[in-house]
């Protein structure tokens, strides 16, 4: 999760408040309710993100072998992001092992099995992981107030010239003699060659 600059202020104004409690001024307390609910909201939508990339994960593997590629390249994602290869993943892997990408990664996956078993059995809990999403959102500098764009400077205006528009990015309307070019007649034919004969 990436915070922009006006959420790490009220981050970092609730954090000193935390350590030196003092009382807040009105605002202060709407902006870290503001940050919560925010937090909130991206929580929830990064599960609503791990749950549709599972579905997404069983479905590619319902379609196999059709859908071979998409289906590997969406395990791995899901293993690197700590997702516990489940009995069918192992099967369809099983399935697919002619393939080196998909024998690398059965072997991958048998590994990440018996240790989540073995976790198991000895008693500990094993964490429930879902795939990460496959791309990284990053922060925007300045959080909402960048996203604003800056105000330019106006250029002096110019002058319209007559049958040009004054709005830019316009283009002209053309004359009809620019879109239909006047026919050209045809040339005279040349007068036929009279022959003398001798």
Aim: charged fraction near 25%; hydrophobic fraction near 40%.
């Amino acid at each position: 999760m990436a915070f922009g600059a006006d959420e790490l202020r009220v981050l970092r104004r609730a954090l000193a408040h935390a350590l030196h409690p003092t009382p807040l001024p009105e605002e202060d307390v709407q902006d870290c309710l503001r940050l919560a609910g925010a937090v909130d909201e991206a929580v929830s939508e990064a599960g609503r993100l791990r749950a549709f990339l599972l579905a997404d994960l069983a479905r590619y593997r319902e379609a196999l072998p059709g859908s071979l590629s998409g289906y590997l390249e969406l395990l791995q994602d899901a293993l690197a992001a700590g997702y516990d290869p489940r009995p069918d993943d192992l099967a369809a892997l099983r399935a697919l092992r002619a393939g080196p990408v998909a024998a690398a990664l059965l072997e991958r996956c048998q590994v990440l099995a018996e240790r989540s078993v073995r976790a198991r059995l000895a008693g500990r809990a094993v964490p429930a992981t879902a795939p990460a999403p496959r791309s990284r959102l990053l922060a925007l500098p300045g959080g909402l107030a960048a996203a604003k764009e800056p105000e330019r400077p106006k250029e002096p205006a110019r002058p319209a010239t007559p049958g040009r528009p004054a709005t830019p990015g316009e283009r002209p309307m053309p004359k009809p003699s620019e879109v239909f070019p006047p026919r050209r007649r045809p040339a005279p034919a040349p007068p036929p060659e009279e022959r003398a004969v001798s």
